[in-house]
Nanobody, 123 residues
Framework: QVQLVESGGGLVQAGGSLRLSCAAS????????RGWFRRPLGKEREFVAG????????QYADSVKGRFTISRDNTKDTVYLQMNSLKTEDTAVYYC????????????????WGQGTQVTVSS
């Protein structure tokens, strides 16, 4: 059974940092592009960052560019999201996803999703 499991969420003060991890199991996820999305309370799910299969290509939402970094370790089938200079507007449930094709800003492109991890940034 294919599974994506996020971890690393929590409560942090504005200006602080968190690192999210997403571990995969059930298949060889080095063959998949990966993405991070988030859903703020009462809002639609939105793209945060994506990374290619090799890790050589990345893309970020404008709202996180320069503050967040996506990376992956294919030996561990794990993708990371380093979040620095956090703002209150970054508060959301964060989801990782895997695409059998390419990373993309559209959720519909992704084949597998994690259950989400809550990130809360206090002022």
């Amino acid at each position: 059974q294919v599974q994506l499991v996020e971890s690393g969420g929590g409560l942090v003060q504005a200006g602080g940092s968190l690192r999210l991890s997403c571990a995969a199991s059930g298949t060889t996820f080095s063959m998949y592009a990966r993405g991070w999305f988030r859903r703020p309370l009462g809002k639609e799910r939105e793209f945060v960052a994506g990374i290619s299969r090799s890790g050589g290509g990345t893309q970020y939402a404008d709202s996180v560019k320069g503050r967040f970094t996506i990376s992956r370790d294919n030996t561990k089938d794990t993708v990371y999201l380093q979040m620095n200079s956090l703002k209150t507007e970054d508060t959301a449930v964060y989801y990782c996803a895997a695409s059998n094709y390419v990373y993309d800003v559209r959720p519909s492109v992704y084949d597998y999703w994690g259950q989400g991890t809550q990130v809360t940034v206090s002022s």
